[in-house]
């Protein structure tokens, strides 16, 4: 339950009754009312705002119930009273600032909550705010009314704010970082709002403006990401070099399609049917974390691994060794995707990771690997239903608390025969069996939370 300051009686509510049988009128008695609102969760993990009525026998019997409620309701110092609101007016189909207003806006000032909005008029602007300008002490928390690449923007103001007050070098790879104090909310309003629907379990406005107000509080893991011990980004949901990196690559050229532009990229990318040689290197987490496909948060097993001379002697194929803790993995991968949560959206309800766990230090590493056209369709047609999609010969998932890619071939080569090229650059036939299309990059770039890292040897933790 909830309620707010502008909470009254409304004396004068009359209701008539007759001590005899129904319908005769004979007495008029007046009583006192009060509203009171709460939340009710209905079908597809939605919530709405409903009302109760309380009716009592005297004003000063309603004045007390009101006080009384006003009272338990002020000791609850997890709820936010005021906020600092960020809109990004041009995300998705460029409906944040009438979703605000019009779902979001009514719900914050009937709850009582007070809000600065400020809408962006540029990118980074609300992280240059954050980072600069802002009085973050008189908020108790952040809200933004955005896609995934607004949350990511608020993230980063957020975190370097709290690292320069502390003085954290952010560009050391083992540095401590310190937690943020102000819990950071979303309002989805961009294209596919990932991270909304892995936390929260849909894509509904008015359901993420009642849990901010009644303070509902999810941990989170951050992804560091450097390169060379140089700072690059965090992520929060995805980082994906290959497949995802080429596909958002490839959209950045296509931003006046609007969100259509990710589909198009998407079979571009699917046609092309790139694959990148690397070594991949990861730090296992511990056995109590559980692995990506218990399903029941239960403990793994130890990993098979075949002895070194075995794998050198087979120069031609994937290499996998370990080296002190760490695990690495040298071989030819069409993607190579790190999910710090499902990554669940309305197109694929279970994500890339379904039993990915948020706040435990870890994420779910996923490697594919070269397979036919064919194969790798069916991976990602799993990504749309209950199938295990890492029920594939190719496809290999790790829970890892610290991951190193380092690229090993500068262009990246192309599964099918190359004998026969194309006679137009970029064309993919789709019936066509010989080729595929050529790349016009030298490798691939990592998709970071919908934003592209032209460096592909990074280290995260």
Request: charged share 20%; hydrophobic share 35%; aromatic share 10%.
């Amino acid at each position: 339950f909830w309620g707010h300051g502008a909470a009254i009686a409304y004396p004068g509510c009359l209701w008539e009754q007759r001590q005899g049988h129904p319908g005769q009128f004979a007495s008029l008695s007046q009583v006192f009312c009060f509203p009171v609102f709460y939340v009710k969760r209905t079908k597809n993990h939605q919530w709405r705002c409903n009302e109760a009525t309380f009716s009592c026998s005297s004003a000063e019997l309603c004045e007390q119930w009101i006080q009384v409620t006003r009272e338990q309701l002020s000791l609850l110092t997890n709820r936010p009273k005021r906020l600092l609101v960020y809109i990004n007016p041009f995300g998705g189909k460029r409906r944040g600032k009438r979703i605000y207003e019009e779902k979001v806006a009514p719900v914050f000032q009937q709850a009582g909550i007070s809000a600065d909005v400020i809408v962006t008029e540029r990118a980074n602007h609300a992280r240059d705010h954050l980072t600069t300008e802002a009085n973050l002490q008189q908020y108790d928390g952040v809200v933004c009314v955005g896609g995934d690449g607004m949350f990511s923007e608020i993230l980063h103001g957020l975190v370097a704010r709290t690292q320069n007050d502390n003085k954290v070098d952010q560009n050391r790879p083992g540095a401590e970082l310190k937690p943020c104090m102000l819990r950071i909310g979303i309002i989805p309003a961009g294209s596919t709002d990932c991270i909304c629907f892995a936390t929260v379990g849909t894509n509904d406005p008015v359901t993420s403006a009642l849990h901010i107000i009644i303070g509902d509080s999810q941990p989170m893991d951050v992804c560091s990401v450097h390169h060379n011990d140089v700072f690059l980004r965090y992520s929060v949901s995805l980082l994906g070099y290959g497949f995802y990196g080429d596909v958002l690559a490839d959209s950045e050229k296509k931003r006046w399609l609007g969100p259509a532009r990710y589909d198009l990229s998407g079979v571009k990318a699917f046609l092309c049917h790139n694959y990148y040689k690397g070594t991949v290197s990861f730090l296992p987490a511990e056995d109590n974390l559980g692995h990506p496909r218990d399903k029941m948060q239960c403990r793994f097993g130890l990993f098979i691994l075949r002895s070194e001379s075995q794998l050198l002697s087979e120069k031609a194929k994937d290499l996998t060794f370990l080296t002190s803790s760490w695990k690495v993995i040298c071989g030819k991968f069409i993607a190579i995707n790190a999910a710090n949560m499902s990554c669940a959206c309305p197109r694929s309800p279970k994500g890339l990771s379904p039993s990915a766990h948020l706040a435990d230090g870890t994420a779910d590493l996923i490697l594919v690997r070269k397979c036919s056209r064919l194969d790798f369709f069916r991976h990602l047609l799993r990504h749309t239903n209950t199938d295990d999609q890492f029920d594939h010969s190719f496809v290999e998932v790790h829970r890892v608390k610290k991951f190193h890619f380092e690229p090993l071939d500068p262009q990246p080569l192309l599964l099918e025969n190359q004998s026969e090229l194309p006679k137009k650059p970029g064309f993919c036939p789709m019936g066509s069996a010989q080729t595929t299309c050529i790349p016009s990059a030298a490798h691939s770039s990592w998709n970071c939370d919908g934003e592209i890292l032209h460096h592909a040897a990074i280290q995260v933790r």
